[in-house]
């Protein structure tokens, strides 16, 4: 599967952001997929993940509560809701997909085969 991510884009403080990552191919409902972020001068970091049939999804601390990931399997995309932006939120915004992430390891990035390109997101405060 291929990933497209945009929907990145420079924000204040407290505004919201839709990321979307459209894949191609005609079996995205067979993919667990995840949003991860590589902040400037730091590591990559997992941001959310969703199950194959949306049913189960999982945050990070840092953005639980603010942060929602969804996905449309007609659409074959998935999105990350973005509210309450703060500047510690920069980052380049990264989906992935993984046929076969298990519990313990879907926050892990080598758990995920396929990577979309990034999208840059900045909060500025």
């Known amino acids: 599967v291929q990933l497209q991510a945009s929907g990145g884009g420079l924000v204040q403080a407290g505004a919201s952001l839709r990321l979307s990552c459209a894949a191609s191919g005609r079996t995205f409902s067979r993919y667990d997929m995840a949003w991860f972020r590589q902040p400037p001068g730091k590591d990559r970091e997992f941001v959310a993940a969703?199950?194959?049939?949306?049913?189960?999804?999982y945050y990070a601390d840092s953005v639980k509560g603010r942060f929602t990931i969804s996905r449309d399997n007609a659409r074959n995309t998935v999105y990350l809701q973005m509210n309450g932006l703060k500047p510690e939120d920069t980052a380049v915004y990264y989906c992935?997909?993984?046929?076969?992430?298990?519990?313990?390891?879907?926050?892990?990035?080598?758990?995920?085969?396929?990577w979309g390109q990034g999208t840059q997101v900045t909060v500025s405060s």
């Open positions: 992935a997909g993984d046929q076969n992430t298990i519990l313990s390891t879907l926050r892990q990035g080598d758990a995920y085969d396929y």
């Open positions: 969703i199950r194959k049939s949306g049913g189960s999804t």
